[in-house]
T-cell receptor
């Protein structure tokens, strides 16, 4: 039982590049979400999904896309990376929305 | 709107008790959570309290909930160096018909000898 797995752990991008952060969970959780963590600002919700085929925006969705084609996977796409997207990104899942979240180990992203 | 507030730093001596405080806004939050983040790691659920409880104790951890003041606290007894971490308070918020967790900015606990 791996829990929530995120890849990559570290990534450096140039401004304007695109990339996908991967997230997979093996706990059959319906709810999955992406947060970004910035110093002094805590965790801010980017996008979330309450089940396969259903996604919605969180607090800071601009510049990011998500999709949920399977229960297990919830990738986060950066369309055109900007320095303001330099952050640590966490994927999290739970059985239902608003319940105890299980977090991945994070992806540290730097945009130059 | 929904907001969770915490002080950013706390420094304690090893062996002393630590008290981390949090205020929240949504009185309808069914649960309130404490998460712990160690350096370079994701958040781990530390403990939680159901909204109809005033106190929950779990070994060295005591959670106190004051619903009237919307105040939540986490007390760590006999604080050890391994307790050094960032502690996040979280409430349940509501958006678009779904629930979501709203996190505070986190309190960095430093334990010194």
């Amino acid at each position: 039982n791996a829990g929530v797995t995120q890849t990559p752990k570290f990534q450096v991008l140039k401004t304007g590049q695109s990339m996908t952060l991967q997230c997979a969970q093996d706990m059959n959780h319906e709810y999955m979400s992406w947060y970004r963590q910035d110093p002094g600002m805590g965790l801010r919700l980017i996008h979330y999904s309450v089940g396969a085929g259903i996604t919605d925006q969180g607090e800071v969705p601009n510049g990011y896309n998500v999709s949920r084609s399977t229960t297990e996977d919830f990738p986060l796409r950066l369309l055109s990376a900007a320095p303001s997207q330099t952050s640590v990104y966490f994927c999290a899942s739970s059985y239902v929305s608003g319940e105890k979240l299980f977090f991945g180990s994070g992806t540290q992203l730097s945009v130059l | 709107g929904e907001d969770v507030e915490q002080s950013l730093f706390l420094s304690v001596r090893e062996g002393d008790s630590s008290v981390i405080n949090c205020t929240y806004t949504d009185s309808s939050s069914t649960y309130l959570y404490w998460y712990k983040q160690e350096p370079g790691a994701g958040l781990q659920l530390l403990t939680y309290i159901f909204s109809n409880m005033d106190m929950k104790q779990d070994q060295r951890l005591t959670v106190l909930l004051n619903k009237k003041d919307k105040h939540l606290s986490l007390r760590i007894a006999d604080t050890q160096t391994g307790d050094s971490a960032i502690y996040f308070c979280a409430e349940i918020g509501h958006s678009g018909g779904y629930n979501k967790l709203i996190f505070g900015a986190g309190t960095r606990l430093a334990v010194h000898p």
